[in-house]
């Protein structure tokens, strides 16, 4: 498949999802981007933005399997991964897989759930499968955990460890939509939501596809001493700075934002337009001043040639 190609199916489901989150273009495409770079996203912001939605609506826009978990206190890890439970008939034990296997998987208020249980899904994000009684289940293409963080009560929530936010590839805030923005998405929810009549934009075959061309965008030596710099300035900054992972990390969405750009190599600017939502929760500065303000400082300090 050529750049081409997978860029135009990627603007597509792009366009698709539109159809049903108002106001939400660069987040749509940040959304985007990761599922092309291989990474998993974390949508931090106020409860009825339309999180769960966007989730809903990019599962469907290339025909994937969508699966959620409402995360809560007395949620087990099990829940989550799956378990093994006897049949009588056979004598045998029966994996039922859990909510984890699936194309996109909605973790709901991850923050809810106790630490036992949120380390459920590490194994599945970084290695793409789930160990259950000793026996390792792998997790079909194209796997993605959209994951939803409360913000507002944070008394009644547990703090995500950094182990665990250094799985997702990229934090995005959707915020609240304009006056127009808002006025227009009641025009179309009134009586009937558009997520009912949503049909795929693309094939699972197609996505699969495009995701592996995105994997073989060029990224250049200079692109990856521009990343290196920019990680090493929040090492020295910060009193935690960015992990090789979220180099990584950022070179992967670089590729995707290329790919969906129609370009077959990563320039400057995409390493620019993805730093602060792949890096910035990575970072802990130690001071009275935010991670975001750190980046900024960082691209303004660090020369891309």
């Known amino acids: 498949m050529s750049v081409a190609v997978a860029s135009e199916l990627a603007q597509d489901v792009v366009e698709n999802v539109e159809q049903v989150l108002v106001g939400g273009r660069d987040e749509i495409e940040h959304v985007m981007t990761a599922l092309l770079g291989r990474g998993h996203v974390l949508l931090e912001d106020v409860p009825g933005v339309g999180k769960t939605m966007l989730a809903r609506a990019v599962a469907r826009s290339f025909g994937g399997t969508f699966k959620r978990v409402q995360f809560t206190p007395d949620l087990l890890p099990s829940d989550v991964t799956g378990v093994n ?5 056979t004598q045998e034990f029966d994996f039922r897989p859990g909510p984890i296997f699936a194309d996109v998987v909605l973790g709901d208020e991850i923050n ?4 036992k249980t949120q380390s459920a ?13 000793g026996k390792t289940h792998h997790i079909e293409d194209p796997f993605t955990v959209i994951a939803t963080q409360n913000t507002v009560e944070g008394d009644q929530a547990y703090e995500l460890p950094m182990a665990e ?34 049909t795929p934009a693309v094939s699972l ?8 061309r ?16 920019l990680a090493n300035y929040t090492r020295t900054h910060a009193s935690l700075g960015v992990s090789p992972r979220g180099t990584i990390s950022l070179l992967r969405a670089t590729q995707g934002r290329a790919l969906l750009s129609g370009r077959e190599y ?3 600017d995409d390493v620019q337009e993805e730093v602060v939502p792949v ?5 802990r500065t130690g001071r009275d001043d935010d991670s975001v303000t750190l980046l900024r400082e960082a691209l303004n300090s660090v020369d891309p040639e």
């Open 85 to 89: 439970v006897f049949n009588q008939q």
């Open 112 to 115: 809810r759930a106790p630490p």
């Open 121 to 133: 899904l590490l194994e599945a994000m970084e290695e793409q499968q789930a160990t259950i009684d």
């Open 165 to 198: 936010l250094d799985r997702f590839m990229k934090t995005v805030s959707l915020g609240y939509p304009d006056h127009h923005e808002e006025v227009e998405m009641l025009d179309r929810v009134v009586g009937h939501h558009p997520i009912d009549d949503l």
């Open 205 to 212: 075959s197609e996505f699969r596809q495009a995701r592996e």
């Open 214 to 229: 995105a994997a073989e965008v060029t990224v250049a030596r200079d692109i990856r001493e521009y990343a290196t710099k």
């Open 266 to 268: 990563v320039v400057p």
């Open 279 to 283: 890096l910035n929760h990575r970072i």
